[in-house]
């Protein structure tokens, strides 16, 4: 599989544009320029120069330094979070398919609750009764989407249970546990990590969303879904201030998207043919 993974043009563009947006986020304090906060009225709107390499915002702010920032809060945002909802995707899908029964009847059925609303939808509906905040927003996010995980983690779950090789560990007296632990989540972590490297390409995007309607992190917050928000009012006169960020959006996402696509043929081509 390592000889697959390398030879794969795709999974390696996608490892690069990773790993350069994530070198950035780690290095941004060295990389930026100036200061991503620093207000400076008497040179808003400059265009690229040496000291702004990427020109000033509408409050004279270096574009540059604040897209370099971005980096660190959009992935230090979406990587967490969705390291949260994986785990708990496992630990409920793999419970719920184990143990089987009514207990994975009610499973299903919550499943289907919150799936039968969009996330959008709960997360403003809770962002409404809690109030505004990143903490509650990270909170709607995985209250609101953690379902999704679960129940396709459930699947794969469900079928490395019906194994045979599951059931000679049962007639040699493991424990559930012990099975679970030593046997399923293992054999279905490939897909796992597959499922997690696609999603964070829709959370970067969610969160970026929240953050260009005004949701979720402080006024003048160098991220990217706020410098959107922030530059419309400016669209026509200085559209590079809504390129900018939109550009860093799309090519970390697509760095995401391909790298977990390209896995995921690597991995399970079956299901890549379908």
């Given amino acids: 599989m390592n000889k697959a993974l390398l030879k794969n043009k795709q999974i390696l563009i996608g490892l690069a544009l990773i790993l350069f ?77 184990y143990i089987g029964g009514r207990l994975e009847r009610v499973f299903l059925i919550v499943c289907d609750i919150f799936m039968a609303f969009p996330p959008l939808i709960i997360v403003l509906s809770l962002v409404g009764a809690l109030g505004q905040g990143l903490e509650i927003i990270l909170a709607a996010v995985i209250f609101s989407m953690w379902v999704w995980y679960a129940k396709v983690i459930r699947t794969y779950a469900g079928i490395e249970r019906a194994k045979d090789y599951i059931l000679a560990s049962k007639i040699a007296g ?34 970026s969303s929240f953050s260009f309607l005004g949701l979720g992190f402080e006024a003048g917050t160098p991220e990217w879904g706020a410098m959107l928000n922030q530059a419309r009012s400016s669209f026509y006169s200085h559209p590079r201030l809504v390129i900018y960020p939109g550009l860093c959006i799309l090519l970390t996402s697509a760095g995401f998207n391909l790298f977990g696509e390209a896995l995921r043929d690597v991995i399970s081509p079956e299901e890549a043919s379908e």
């Fill in 174 to 207: 493991c424990s559930g546990l012990r099975i679970v632990s030593r046997h399923i989540i293992p054999n279905i972590l490939p897909q796992c990590i597959v499922i997690v490297s696609t999603g964070i390409a829709a959370l970067i995007l969610m969160v």
């Fill in 21 to 97: 947006v994530s070198t950035i986020a780690v290095f941004a304090p060295l990389i930026a320029p100036n200061d991503p906060n620093k207000i400076d009225a008497l040179n808003k709107f400059l265009s690229a120069k040496g000291e702004y390499p990427l020109g000033t915002d509408q409050l004279g702010r270096c574009v540059f330094s604040r897209l370099i920032f971005g980096a660190r809060y959009s992935l230090g945002i979406a990587v967490p979070t969705l390291l949260a909802l994986g785990t708990m995707g496992l630990a409920f899908g793999t419970a719920a398919a």
